[in-house]
């Protein structure tokens, strides 16, 4: 379709086989298309075009089956790329059932890369919600003396937030405990930190607040 883009377009109308029309403001041409469904099907110059549509028919019901099996987090593409891998072995000849046990394998190449890919996205989600602090209601502590007492205000942060708490209050005066094992999510407050024993928490996982373990025992640094 050809619009004319001239000063003085020719007016509408039938010039053999060629059509003026007027659309929005603008002068447009054209010509039939000569292409129909029956060239197409019997025209020797389709004759690629057509064995290419038998192969695809064959290919497409068998990578749809594939790509079915696939995670949820599967793409069209995935779909593509198995339509393409059995074109690819109908070209060379191969059964329905050969070609199906190959889709399979190609299958467990891209399951495992969906998985991998799936996991990175939850540790991403993770280590963007493991920025927040929460706060959880005050626990009971036992006293050195014996007896319980409820500590006031107790939170909940990530390793790198308590590490980066911790490190000011620190000092000689105070006898704080200094954890050397795994990174853990430790309940502090003021109370906690001047005695040697810390109540921690283990990592919580997602829409789930930890459980409490017993008090755990710090090596002391003076």
């Known amino acids: 379709m050809?619009?004319?883009?001239c000063d003085n377009p020719p007016p509408p109308g039938n010039y053999g086989r060629y059509q003026v029309y007027i659309d929005r403001g603008r002068s447009i041409g054209r010509v039939p298309n000569p292409l129909d469904s029956g060239r197409v099907k019997n025209a020797p110059e389709f004759?690629?075009?057509r064995k290419h549509a038998?192969?695809?028919?064959k290919a497409a019901p068998l990578a749809s089956a594939a790509h079915r099996t696939l995670p949820d987090n599967r793409k069209r593409t995935h779909y593509q790329q198995l339509a393409g891998m059995a074109i690819q072995w109908l070209k060379q000849d191969k059964q329905e059932a050969e070609i199906q046990l190959l889709l399979q394998e190609a299958?467990?190449?891209?399951?495992r890369q969906l998985k991998r890919q799936k996991v990175q996205e939850l540790l991403a989600e993770r280590k963007k919600d493991g920025k927040r602090v929460f706060a959880l209601p005050s626990p009971v502590v036992?006293?050195?003396?014996g007896g319980e007492k409820r500590v006031a205000s107790a939170t909940v942060a990530s390793a790198p937030v308590l590490l980066r708490r911790l490190h000011?209050?620190?000092?000689?005066?105070?006898?704080?405990?200094?954890?050397?094992?795994p990174p853990f999510?430790?309940?502090y407050s003021q109370s906690l930190i001047n005695g040697p024993e810390f109540s921690c928490l283990t990592r919580f996982s997602e829409r789930r607040l930890p459980a409490?373990?017993?008090?755990?025992?710090?090596?002391?640094?003076?």
């Open 168 to 181: 000011p209050l620190r000092s000689k005066k105070r006898r704080t405990g200094f954890y050397t094992g």
């Open 54 to 57: 038998a192969l695809l028919a």
């Open 2 to 5: 050809a619009i004319y883009v």
């Open 142 to 145: 036992p006293e050195r003396g």
């Open 47 to 49: 004759a690629n075009t």
């Open 107 to 111: 299958t467990a190449l891209m399951r």
């Open 212 to 222: 409490y373990l017993p008090p755990v025992r710090f090596s002391e640094t003076g």
């Open 185 to 187: 999510f430790v309940l």
